[in-house]
Every structure is written in C-alpha cells, then in structure tokens.
T-cell receptor, first 111, second 116 residues
C-alpha cells in the first residue's frame, strides 16, 4: 500500500525551513527519500532503517519513527536548489528491495 | 563514471505494436529494477533482478509485460500488443548488492512511451 505524504505542496522563501511527512499503514523496514527535479530522474537523498535513527545530509535531515510507521524529512535554511518533488519510498516486511513510493511533495523555493 | 542509461529516450508506437525498452545499469551493479512513473506520481515498482535472476515480477500489470536480463547486465522490458493505457515514463534503476536494506537506487533518465 502506498505511503501518504504531506503536505502535497509547499512554497518557501529562500532561508526558510520545511518538514515533509511520510506515513504508512504497514510496518516498515526502511524509508528512502528521493528528490526529483522537473524532467529529471529521481536522485537519492538518504535511507533510514528501522531503529528510529536520524540522518543528515548537509542541511537536509530525516527521522524515522518505527512505532508510528512515519518518517519526516527536514529541510533547514532552504536554498533555491532544494526545489523539486520529494518522494518517500517505503520497504515493508517480506523484501528488502521493493520500494513503494508516495505521491510526492512539490517543494518550491523562491528568492 | 557513467550512470544508468536507457534507450530509446522517447518512443512513439501505434496501438498493437510491440516495444522493447533497454536499460544499461551502472557497471558492477548486480540489482536492477524497472519502474513506471505516471505524470505527477511516484515511481511504481514493476520488477526486480538480482544478477540475471528475475526475483520479483509482482508489479508487472499483465502478461503483455515481460523483462529479461540474460547476462546479468543489460535488461530489456518488452511490452507486447501495446495499448494506450501503457503510455508512461518507464524508468530503470540499479544498485549494488541489496544487503541489510541499506542501498541506493540510481535511476536512469527513463523512456517516454506514447501509444497512439
């Protein structure tokens, strides 16, 4: 079953922060985050494995709450280059390769 | 190094024709995935290969869709008797050995298929 992302879209001014949420109705083994710019392929950002760890990637970090079956992506001090559609992909029990992607969150960062 | 490549990048075909989409993964990547991505949606899993073995084809919509990776490198996704509903972006991705769940999938540029 497809994870649910929220919000569907967000508009920021450069330097502002944003949080993108991803929730699933199934127990999760891992959560993968990708960013896709218009007309391009999705690009990997980070993976979170079950265990509630938090990871960081420059000014982008994420958390994974296994019990709540949720993950959040945090973008701080946003830059123009952060604009794009963010997808979470979830892996549930039974396989460790099959990603089920959400519908995406469109992030627009304006000057 | 070179990323994942796909060909053709664009394919227009008439309803009822067969099409073959090619994926050339990153050298050394043993895992290969096919996805379909509709406009405004996330990628939808179609099938997964580990080396030359097709380990999961649960996402293939029907038996008109098939995929192979005979030598564990290049893969071909074939759609027989295409229908208009098959129109979409077809993306390939590859990764190194899937172990412990911590792996990055590298996506290719995709093949935009249009069935008229």
């Amino acid at each position: 079953q497809q994870p649910v992302q929220s919000p569907q879209a967000v508009i920021l001014r450069e330097g502002e922060d944003a949080v993108i949420n991803c929730s699933s109705s199934k127990a999760l083994y891992s959560v993968h985050w990708y960013r896709q710019k218009h007309g391009e392929a999705p690009v990997f950002l980070m993976i979170l494995l079950k265990g509630g760890e938090q990871k960081g990637h420059e000014k982008i970090s994420a958390s994974f709450n296994e019990k709540k079956q949720q993950s959040s992506l945090y973008l701080t001090a946003s830059q123009l280059s952060y604009s794009g559609t963010y997808f979470c992909g979830t892996v549930s029990g039974g396989s460790n390769y099959k990603l089920t992607f959400g519908k995406g969150t469109l992030l627009t960062v304006n000057p | 190094g070179a990323g994942v490549s796909q060909s053709p990048r664009y394919k227009v075909t008439k309803r009822g024709q067969d099409v073959a989409l090619r994926c050339d993964p990153i050298s050394g990547h043993v895992s290969l995935y096919w996805y379909r991505q509709a406009l405004g949606q996330g990628p939808e899993f179609l099938t997964y290969f580990n080396y030359e073995a097709q380990q999961d084809k649960s996402g293939l919509p029907n038996d008109r869709f098939s995929a192979e990776r005979p030598e564990g490198s290049i893969s071909t996704l074939t759609i027989q008797r295409t229908e208009q509903r098959d129109s979409a972006m077809y993306r390939c991705a590859s990764s190194s050995q899937v172990a412990g769940g911590e792996y990055e999938q590298y996506f290719g540029p995709g093949t935009r298929l249009t069935v008229t």
